[in-house]
């Protein structure tokens, strides 16, 4: 206890910092590892294309997701607590900023901003839950526009200034992005 008392400033200044560090970490390896996700947002079809991006609309920013916590919940937990991550919307994606391939680039943002692109959500797809595999963000008149994509289930949620909403990629729209997604599932570890 004399101990404690002499060295108490330094002592609670280390318990902020790690708690600082850990308890977000921990609530997240809670929230998601082995887990099912499934997002609550909006399913109304009608309205959306109010939400999505104006056509022609550049994409500011790509950022990558972890790895998907039910395929490999050590991969999940390593990129939690010793990468550094940046958290939207309560998903978390890679710090660095992302640049996919040009064609990569130019089919999803064509996709993303189209509202034929895109079905109401069927519901709980199977697959283990959503998983934001990556992150395409725009900036509005607005505000920003940020749409996650679980490439396992062809699942979208749309997060904007005029509302949220989940969504589906129309079948013959996700069969047209395999390629893409086959090519991210390889950068993303799926």
């Known amino acids: 206890m004399k101990w404690f008392k002499r060295y108490r400033p330094v002592k609670l200044a280390l318990l902020f910092a790690i708690g600082w560090y850990a308890l977000p970490r921990a609530y997240t390896s809670i929230r998601f590892a082995g887990q099912i996700h499934r997002p609550s947002l909006e399913t109304q079809f009608e309205g959306l294309s109010e939400l999505l991006p104006s056509p022609g609309t550049k994409p500011l920013k790509f950022y990558q997701g972890l790895p998907?916590?039910?395929?490999?919940?050590?991969?999940?937990?390593?990129?939690?607590?010793?990468?550094?991550?940046?958290?939207?919307?309560?998903?978390?994606?890679?710090?660095d900023v992302w640049q996919p391939e040009p064609q990569q680039q130019a089919v999803i943002v064509e996709t993303l901003l189209s509202p034929a692109s895109f079905t109401p959500y069927s519901g709980g797809s199977g697959c283990g839950g959503f998983h934001?595999?990556?992150?395409?963000?725009?900036?509005?008149?607005?505000?920003m526009i940020d749409m996650m994509i679980c490439t396992n289930?062809?699942?979208v949620l749309i997060f904007s200034p005029k509302g949220s909403r989940i969504v589906d990629f129309s079948p013959n729209t996700y069969r047209n992005l395999?390629?893409?997604?086959?090519?991210?599932?390889?950068?993303?570890?799926?």
Request: net charge positive.
């Open 68 to 95: 998907h916590h039910r395929n490999s919940v050590k991969a999940f937990l390593q990129s939690v607590w010793f990468e550094s991550n940046v958290k939207f919307h309560g998903y978390l994606f890679r710090r």
């Open 153 to 155: 289930c062809g699942e």
């Open 178 to 190: 395999e390629s893409v997604w086959k090519d991210l599932k390889g950068v993303h570890g799926h």
């Open 132 to 143: 934001a595999d990556f992150m395409v963000r725009f900036e509005s008149a607005d505000g």
